[in-house]
């Protein structure tokens, strides 16, 4: 018998069902009372049942449900929008708004590609994109081929665009040689993209797309000091775009409403999604600066792209609410605090752990990397599961908190990862909570694996 006529990720094994929430918990059919310390993926920004967003989208629902912004505009939008560029200091010039971090993406490649050909010197022959292994852009076909996530490339890498190529991502506890200083590191991973440039031919790249603190394809990896301005003189040089993800980093969750903010190194275009409407809508977007922009605008005048859903009235209407409650209630402030209370009590407990590698991570955005080996860094073997493992046990009725957890790869470029990324008005209580949560579900899962 079927168990659910939902294609659920098991099909044979429907979740348990999730009936409300408030703030930082979910309440499930069972009983169990869920921390959601992971926000869903780094979604849940303001947490759950915030009346003010409610209310703004039932404020929005009575006086306009739906319209096509192709042929209107309304009023969450251009307010929603004024906003994303003020936060910008001005440095984004446009916003596109869509339903999800995949078509953000999507939008950021085509908008590349319409760009190098309505320059006043068109350049038809830059095709070709570079990206980074063990990166996140997407599920849909673009933006999957442009992330370097193998375990969720590999059924599909046949289809897949031909056209993106992957350097490495900067991840000092995994790349970065003993020997080797910060200034050292990033002038070899500048060396390796110039390389591939040149292996591609320059005047055939498009862009070069990255997210500043990579999430789900290596659990809140941030790179070292001066890398993205190295990455970004690189793509000058050649002429090409520097495309940042911000999807999962970004609108806050890092400490700073950019994350580019934090090195001044401003792209071309921005993806942003998950804090945008902290997941009370399905909502994302494409920032795009003037370099682009002007070059449409001297041109055709129009982006060759549109989706039904494009700046939902009641999308936008909830995002905008989301991101007035974080300006009033300076949350992104809370969220650089908070997330030195969450790193103290991480390194703390789990430090010394045998099994835990690297704790890294920004703002209230963490990554926990666990190895068999610490003194070589060994990674458990991805068919352990370990992640999942941890993850399991996290939602066990004794523990009761919401983990995301992230596979290895089996060629250690990456280990078994859980991402922690509670909402932006946690309180002390509630982390430290979190980081208590943690350790006792690590310990009990490495107590039954050494057993
Ligand atoms: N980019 C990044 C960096 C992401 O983390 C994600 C989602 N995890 C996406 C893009 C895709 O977003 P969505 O799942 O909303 O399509």
Redesign the pocket.
């Known amino acids: 018998m079927t168990p659910s006529a939902v294609l659920h990720r098991h099909l044979h094994q429907a979740p348990t069902l999730a009936l409300s929430g408030e703030g930082s918990y979910i309440s499930l059919e069972d009983g169990r009372r869920i921390l959601d310390a992971t926000g869903g993926?780094?979604v849940s920004c303001l947490g759950h049942n915030n009346e003010h967003v409610k209310q703004a989208m039932i404020d929005q629902i009575n006086q306009l449900s739906y319209c096509h912004t192709a042929y209107f505009s309304t009023k969450p939008f251009e307010e929603l929008a004024s906003l994303l560029i003020e936060s910008t200091g001005g440095k984004m010039s446009r916003v596109y708004i869509v339903g999800?971090?995949?078509?953000?993406?999507e939008a950021a490649m085509k908008l590349a590609r319409q760009f190098y050909l309505e320059k006043r010197n068109p350049e038809p022959q830059r095709t070709k994109f570079i990206a980074r292994n063990q990166s996140?852009?997407?599920?849909t076909i673009g933006?999957l081929s442009m992330g370097g996530h193998k375990f969720r490339r590999e059924l599909f890498e046949p289809i897949l665009l031909p056209n993106v190529s992957h350097v490495s991502p900067c991840n000092p506890y995994r790349n970065r040689k003993d020997s080797e200083s910060d200034a050292d590191y990033v002038a070899r991973l500048v060396d390796e993209l110039d390389a591939e440039f040149q292996r591609l031919g320059p005047e055939t790249v498009c862009a070069f797309v990255a997210?500043p603190v990579v999430?789900?394809a290596m659990g809140c990896v941030p790179s070292v000091p001066g890398y993205f301005k190295a990455m970004k003189a690189v793509c000058e040089k050649y002429g090409a775009l520097f495309i940042l993800?911000e999807?999962?980093?970004g609108m806050g969750r890092c400490g700073t409403l950019h994350a580019w903010q934090q090195e001044d190194v401003v792209p071309d275009m921005q993806?942003i999604?998950?804090g945008l409407g902290g997941g009370y809508a399905p909502v994302?977007g494409l920032l795009i600066g003037d370099r682009v922009i002007k070059t449409l605008e001297e041109s055709t005048g129009s982006f060759r792209h549109g989706h039904t859903y494009q700046g939902h009235p009641v999308s936008c209407a909830a995002a905008l609410a989301v991101q007035k409650a974080i300006q009033k209630d300076n949350l992104v402030e809370n969220v650089r605090e908070m997330g030195i209370v969450l790193e103290e009590e991480l390194r703390k407990r789990l430090s010394d752990h045998p099994h835990v590698g690297d704790i890294r991570g920004k703002g209230l955005f963490w990554g926990i990397e666990f190895v068999r080996d610490k003194t070589n860094k060994e990674p458990f073997d991805p068919k352990s599961q370990l992640a999942f493992r941890i993850q399991d046990k996290g939602l066990e009725a004794k523990h009761s908190i919401s983990l995301y957890g992230g596979q290895g790869t089996a060629d250690g470029v990456s280990g078994d990862h859980i991402l922690l990324a509670p909402p932006y008005n946690s309180t002390r209580e509630e982390i430290v909570r979190i980081a208590e949560l943690v350790q006792g579900v690590v310990e009990d899962v490495f107590g039954e694996l050494d057993d």
């Open positions: 993926a780094a999800s971090g995949s078509e953000a993406m996140y852009h997407g599920i933006s997210e999430g789900a993800d999807v999962m980093s993806t999604g998950k994302a």
